[in-house]
């Protein structure tokens, strides 16, 4: 690769943070603080000159990703880690009503297989979801990069036909699911045995967030999501379906579900709300800028 030599020259440095493949990317609204040390080098290394010549910040190289991963390998240093030991498990949610969606997914972690396959697409709750799902499988967490909407539903069918002896599960926002809805119809022609478990709020939780985040306010028209029947809608596709409202009755329907062959819809009427700005909220799943 060409730039062998200015990465020689970097990677000795403990400041030097180096992006393999995914551009470097930042979200469509600013969040106080320095989400990397102030004086790190940024590097990206891409097989995609569009990706190269769209990086906000950073030193961007077209290259091969497999030598480029060599070469780091063969001379970056392992990093001395503060802490060996891995984060205690969380607490675990109460079983309020409504369901919140740390509650769901502490249940659901509970309930699905160990190498059930994730492909999420809920906004608003994914710092619980990231709380709460133990993935520790290969192959076993699929989200979208840009926080585009409608990729969960047809990638969950297409991850289910390609891993036939994996359950994947589809966690997903009510907004969300209406962007590839006609996907369940996919998953009953196919058989393929998604099970996918919405989490209705009535809500577009995220971008209320995001008003109060940006400080526009909540008087924003189209945020409200009132009078979807998810169970009827998956039922029009051909889909058993189910609806949960009780914290109680959580366990129980996605024990059957899993339980049973064929695609589910299991539709969680939740809290609204979620976190309070898509995994930017930093009390939630805090990253690690410090
Ligand atoms: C194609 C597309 N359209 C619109 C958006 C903006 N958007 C981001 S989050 C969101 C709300 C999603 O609602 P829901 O799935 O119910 O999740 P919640 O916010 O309630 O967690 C919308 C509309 C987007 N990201 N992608």
Redesign the pocket.
Known sequence: MPAQQPLADQLASHDTVVVLGAPIFLYYAYVPGNPIQPGTKLFQITNSPLDASAALAGTSIVGNLASAMKYIRSRAAARKRNSISPQPPPLEPKPEYPIT?GFLFSVLNRVMPRDAVVCE??????GDLDRYLRLDQPGSFYSVR?????FALPAAVGLQLANPERRVVCP????????SIQTLWSAVQYNAEVIFVV???A????????CDFTNVGRNVPGMD?PGINMVKLAEGYGMAAKEVERPEDLEPALKQAFASRGPRLICVNVA?G?QTC?GMDQSANPPNYG
């Open positions: 969606p697409e809920c906004p608003s709750s994914k840009t926080g585009i909407l409608g997903i926002g009510d907004g969300s699911i209406q962007y989490l209705r709020n809500d577009y939780s995220a971008l209320k967030g995001f999501l609204k979620g898509m």
